[in-house]
């Protein structure tokens, strides 16, 4: 299930090995990333239950050693842990077992800070210990929000040959979470956007995040313009099919979902030649250079970063048809 491809000989990322090793290691995330157009490739990582966690590789930046930070303590502002000066930036550090709910442990436990860049925020997520880079396949990705609301899906991984249950943290209900003023901004900005008078077709959007269908329901709402939520790919190419193509204006997509990626969905889309005049919108924290490219190239029009409602609604606005 999981392919390791050139990645195969990585065993362990931040033990106990000479500085040099060390570098060479944490910067090898770092070029993973650079070069990745591969929405299903994560980073493993272990929690304070001893669970493996599992972070898609595209949000992050760099992973970077925990006791070589110098980080000022913040005790008063929720789950935000302290700030650090990271590449001349100031970075919100977050402990994840904190914000996950498990236990917390001596801070000589803690090795690691993943460097995460996603909804125009960044943040140092601390964490027991790295072990893998993965490939995940939808498909194999259950829904398991019911259950824990700060989780999206369960799968599972091949560590050292056996395979482990792992668990997809809902990486927009960390970044909510963490910089709570997100939804209050979402907010002012939707109820400013004017609604829209030229168009009664559809806006068909599908997300497995229940934090960001309920921020897009409010967007939707303030445009006054008709629309579908879906759950994820799958469900929206389902009922497109039960869809008059006349009655679709536009279509906006996650990337990162269960059974049927973004990825997917803009393939499948752009197959269908009776589609060819509606514009895709894809609406991720996950992006870089080389996969926005890669996204326009494979049919999508605009890329927009997550709880940008102002941005999601002026293209909306100009892509409906």
Sequence with gaps: MSNYDELEDITKIGNDTDDEDDDDELDLIKLVNTNA??????LIFVGSDNQYYAKNVSKIEELLVYKDLNILRNNNNGHILGTADIRGNMTAIVNFDEWFGNKVLDESEYELIILAHYGGHRMG??????????????ETMFDNSENNEKTSFITKVQ????????????SDKLLLDVFDNIEIESHDQSVKLKPIQTSQKKVLFADDSR????????????????????????????????????????FITDLEMPIMSGREVIRLIREDKQYDDIKIIVHTNMSNDNMENTLVEAGADVIIGKVNMLK??????????
């Design 159 to 170: 560590i050292a040959g056996k395979d482990e249950m792992c668990v997809i943290f809902d």
């Design 37 to 42: 157009n591969d929405t299903s490739q994560y």
């Design 312 to 321: 999601l609604g002026e293209a909306i606005k100009e892509m409906i048809i």
């Design 125 to 138: 997520i601390v964490v027991k210990r790295v072990e893998y880079i993965v490939n995940i396949s939808p």
């Design 211 to 250: 934090f960001i269908r309920r921020m897009v329901k409010e967007l939707f709402e303030s445009l006054s313009v008709n629309y579908e939520i879906y759950n994820d790919g799958k469900q929206m190419m389902d009922a497109i099919k039960n869809t008059s193509v006349e009655d679709i204006g536009v």
